[in-house]
Every structure is written in C-alpha cells, then in structure tokens.
C-alpha cells in the first residue's frame, strides 16, 4: 500500500483563492484583511517565514505591514508598536515571529496583542476558549491539519489519534481540536515510555517534535493518517541541506493511508490559516 499524498500547496491555493474573493467584498467596504508582522533580530528561518507570510498577503489582496528590529532592542519599543497596532484600524491582525532574543519576555509580548487582532491564537483568552470549545482564533498549524482531513473527508469521531509533542504552539491544541471533533486522544512526550507501542495504535499520528524523522516506518499502523509538522534541516550525508520532517517519509508513506510530506505539506497551510484569521477578524470588524 502507498500513501495518498495530503496536498499542502494544492489545499492551500484553494483556500486562498476563495479568501481573495472575500478580501475584495470586505475592502469595497472599506475593511481590506491587514496583517502587521513584527520581526526582531536577524534568525534567518525567521526571515524567511515573515517574507513568506507577506507575499501570501499580497497574493490574497490583503494589506500588510512589517517591522523588523536588530536583535538588541529594547522590549519596550516593540511593546509600544504593538499598543499602536492595536489602536490602528486599517490592522486586523498582528503576528509576533517567534523565537524572540532571549531578553524578551515572550509571554509578555505576545499578552500584549488585543485579543481580537491575535490571529496566531497564542493569547490566553483565544488558549482558554479553545479549551472550552468557544468561538476563537486557532493557532494556525493545527488548524491547517484540521483542514486536511475535511478536505480529503477523513472522519475524526471515534478514531484513536496520538500526537508526539506537547508544545503550546502545535501539541496541545491540535488535541483538543481532536478531542472536540471527538476522537480519542493520547499526548505523548519526552517522558512517554514505549512511544512505538502508542503510535502503532494510532489512526491518527500527529508528529511535531522537531527531530528529523524520528518516527519511523515500523511505528505507523497500517492505513493511519499520519500529519507530519515537523521541518528539520539534514546535517550530513548525502542529504545534507534538504529540509525532511519528524516522520521518515519514505519509509511511512508504505505503510500510512494518508500523508502530509515535508516540504509542502503542513507549511503553506500554516500560512493559510493565518491569512483566514485574518479574515475573519476583518470581517468580525464590520459587526462591531
């Protein structure tokens, strides 16, 4: 059995193309989707996201905004443009590039966002109402592999799904989107003992633990769907340089059903959902 690829550039086009339409019904009324992206210090992954994200905006026809700083700024200037976003109505969004250097707080940074403009869903007003299965922003990864499986009719109910990472950004809520689309759900982590046994049980696997193709094919159940968020750089070998995910695709895609591959899988559909919160709270701005 071979995989069925899961399409992220395919599904991302799609998407985006509908959300054009929107933004040109939202700007004849006077309320075109803006995205402000902060950028601090010279990470060149960093650099690359933000100018991916706004050239993503500029295809869609939204407005954007960015501001980079050196490394070494003071907090509280980025703190202060911030205030003046949240305060600017042509903004709908605000996005803060992670990682921050380390004399950030970056708690402190991504709290000050207006709760409506926090498009990255990081804020812990939108992490609460997730929680609870409130209207809210998603973060934008999980809520990408949630558009995956609706778009290729994969029925969450009932299924087992186990997800290998916890972090805030990815681990915990894409398990409570599972949770709230009512599969059963197993977190696992760097203390999971046996984390092969809790795969292998898996109809749904997501990876997103930021070790290059940790997840190998022996730990896949036959026929499992299996989103691989990670996006890891190859060392040495012959391979060196080309970017691979958490899960040993080559090996995987042999034994999965479904298979998000790296590159072009989870990324531009990380992207997209940003440019949907975006959106929506663009067009939550024309009801206030």
């Given at each position: 059995?071979?995989?069925?690829?899961?399409?992220?550039?395919?599904?991302?086009q799609?998407?985006?193309?509908?959300?054009?339409?929107?933004?040109?019904?939202?700007?004849?009324?006077?309320?075109?989707?803006?995205?402000?992206?902060?950028?601090?210090?010279?990470?060149?992954?960093?650099?690359?996201?933000?100018?991916?994200?706004?050239?993503?905006?500029?295809?869609?026809?939204?407005?954007?905004?960015?501001?980079?700083?050196?490394?070494?700024?003071?907090?509280?200037?980025?703190?202060d443009?911030?205030?003046?976003?949240?305060?600017?109505?042509?903004?709908?969004?605000?996005?803060?590039?992670?990682?921050?250097?380390?004399?950030?707080?970056?708690?402190?940074?991504?709290?000050?966002?207006?709760?409506?403009?926090?498009?990255?869903?990081?804020?812990?007003?939108?992490?609460?109402?997730?929680?609870?299965?409130?209207?809210?922003?998603?973060?934008?990864?999980?809520?990408?592999?949630?558009?995956?499986?609706?778009?290729?009719?994969?029925?969450?109910?009932?299924?087992e799904?186990?997800?290998?990472?916890?972090?805030?950004?990815?681990?915990?809520?894409?398990?409570?989107?599972?949770?709230?689309?009512?599969?059963?759900?197993t977190?696992?982590?760097?203390?999971?003992r046996?984390?092969?046994?809790?795969?292998?049980?898996?109809?749904?696997?997501?990876?997103?633990?930021?070790?290059?193709?940790?997840?190998?094919?022996?730990?896949?159940?036959?026929?499992?769907?299996?989103?691989?968020?990670?996006?890891?750089?190859?060392?040495?070998?012959?391979?060196?340089?080309?970017?691979?995910?958490?899960?040993?695709?080559?090996?995987?895609?042999?034994?999965?059903?479904?298979?998000?591959?790296?590159?072009?899988?989870v990324?531009?559909?990380?992207?997209?959902?940003?440019?949907?919160?975006?959106?929506?709270?663009?067009?939550?701005?024309?009801?206030?």
């Amino acid at each position: 059995m071979t995989a069925q690829i899961l399409d992220g550039n395919a599904l991302a086009q799609k998407l985006r193309a509908g959300f054009k339409v929107r933004a040109e019904a939202l700007a004849a009324q006077g309320a075109r989707p803006g995205l402000a992206v902060i950028l601090v210090g010279e990470n060149a992954a960093s650099q690359v996201y933000v100018r991916n994200k706004v050239n993503a905006c500029a295809q869609a026809g939204f407005y954007s905004e960015k501001h980079a700083y050196a490394p070494d700024v003071v907090p509280q200037v980025v703190l202060d443009k911030i205030a003046e976003l949240n305060a600017d109505p042509k903004i709908h969004g605000i996005l803060v590039q992670l990682p921050l250097p380390k004399h950030f707080n970056a708690d402190a940074v991504l709290e000050a966002i207006a709760p409506q403009k926090d498009v990255d869903g990081f804020r812990a007003e939108n992490v609460g109402a997730l929680m609870q299965g409130k209207r809210c922003f998603i973060p934008c990864t999980p809520y990408g592999a949630m558009k995956f499986f609706e778009e290729a009719g994969i029925t969450v109910k009932g299924k087992e799904a186990v997800i290998v990472g916890r972090s805030n950004i990815v681990g915990k809520p894409m398990a409570m989107l599972l949770m709230h689309a009512g599969a059963t759900v197993t977190v696992c982590h760097s203390q999971t003992r046996d984390l092969k046994a809790h795969c292998l049980r898996a109809d749904i696997l997501v990876a997103a633990i930021g070790k290059a193709k940790m997840i190998t094919g022996d730990m896949i159940k036959p026929g499992a769907v299996v989103i691989d968020v990670g996006i890891n750089r190859i060392s040495e070998g012959p391979d060196a340089g080309k970017l691979c995910g958490d899960v040993d695709f080559a090996a995987a895609k042999e034994v999965a059903g479904f298979i998000t591959p790296v590159p072009g899988g989870v990324g531009p559909m990380t992207i997209t959902m940003l440019l949907a919160n975006t959106l929506e709270s663009a067009e939550r701005s024309l009801s206030t």
